[in-house]
């Protein structure tokens, strides 16, 4: 580096010169912080930049898995498990298994083969001891099997499905989480009443599903915590003056309908209900004894009567007729969210 020669020294006695007039000329160099010895030359070591201003990478559960590894950032969870690999950590996947049945309601949460789901194409119905499903689409009648039970066993008076697909099945005192492929049945409480009807309808908040068993007099009784816990409470009803044939069944966005018997009037009425069961109208009326499953698709109801017959009724006008014949229907059920 040039050496800086004050200009005071170079010419003692004279006024300051215009020195930055000649384009020839620099303009003086300001010795820097450090050239300490103010020799022109910088003496002292260069300054060191603080780490803590580079972008930190943290460790927000102290895991010790940096946050951009985490499969559960918020969660200690070391050793990354992630039964399903869809990245999510098991402890922080509300789907453990990835079989689209959320823990919570899921029986068996670690295997994504249990407890199965129902197809989006099929209504199922069944006797008191045999599981059948019903295509939609083909109108064909398919057996699928004779009920199978881990614990208690029992004469099954209805079925429902919930929003995920998951089947469940009432006898007079137990109810049941079963398999819509093969029919194998796990207990997962005793009932505090006797039902001859159980569906799912939305909870108050149109979320989740809330699981309702129907008794004879027309009266619903909600089941929460299922399958983990059978917590009965009380909800709703027909109202009087109607009775319950044996079942009910709820399709989001289409509605909530039920076979009932009227007061003063002969064969199965098949009504239209609100929240909590309450009566909206009468759609048809059909001429049997006794009409113990009803399911339903986009806009057509099918009624399982105890004589055998399934009605096919159109959900808008009420016209029906037989569409097939099985077994002694003793209920029915479809899942609540059904394709359109
Ligand atoms: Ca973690
Ligand atoms: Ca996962
Ligand atoms: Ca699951
Ligand atoms: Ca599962």
Not at 2 to 8: Q, T
Not at 160 to 179: E, H, K, P, R, T
Not at 196 to 222: C, K, M, Q, R, Y
Request: glycine share 12%.
């Amino acid at each position: 580096m040039r050496r800086w020669i004050p200009i005071a020294v170079l010419i003692a006695g004279c006024a300051p010169l215009e020195v930055f007039d000649d384009p020839n000329k620099q303009p003086p160099v300001v010795p820097s912080d450090r050239d300490t010895d103010a020799a022109g030359v910088d003496t002292a070591p260069e300054p060191v930049i603080p780490e803590d201003t580079a972008p930190e990478i943290g460790d927000s559960d102290g895991d010790g898995i940096l946050d951009p590894d985490d499969n559960c950032v918020d969660v200690r969870n070391p050793g990354q498990q992630d039964f399903d690999g869809d990245g999510e950590g098991d402890l922080c996947d509300d789907d453990i298994d990835g079989d689209f049945i959320p823990n919570e309601r899921d029986l068996f949460p670690n295997d994504n083969t249990l407890p199965g789901v129902a197809s989006q194409d099929h209504v199922y119905a069944h006797g008191p001891s045999d599981l059948w499903r019903f295509d939609v689409p083909r109108r064909a009648l398919q057996a699928v099997g004779s009920f199978r039970f881990d614990q208690r066993s029992g004469s099954i008076t209805d079925i429902a499905i919930d929003q995920y697909g998951v089947l469940y099945a009432v006898s007079f005192s137990d109810v049941f989480v079963c398999n819509p492929d093969t029919a194998q049945c796990w207990w997962i409480g005793g009932l505090g009443g006797s039902y001859n009807g159980l569906t799912f309808v939305p909870d108050d908040a149109g979320i989740e599903d809330v699981l309702v068993g129907i008794s004879t007099n027309g009266t619903w009784t909600a089941y929460t915590g299922v399958p983990n816990s059978v917590t009965p409470s009380s909800w709703g009803g027909y109202g009087s003056g109607r009775s319950s044939s044996g079942d009910a069944f709820h399709i989001r966005g289409t509605g909530t309908f039920a076979a009932v018997n009227t007061a003063g009037v002969s064969g199965i009425d098949i009504i239209e209900v609100g929240t909590h069961g309450a009566f909206v109208r009468t759609l048809t009326n059909l001429n049997y004894s006794g009409v113990f499953g009803i399911a339903g698709a986009a806009n057509v109801i099918f009624a399982f009567t105890s004589a055998g017959a399934i009605e096919e009724i159109d959900m808008v006008t009420g016209e029906h007729h037989v569409v097939a014949t099985g077994t002694s229907w003793w209920g029915a059920g479809v899942k609540t969210i059904v394709l359109p």
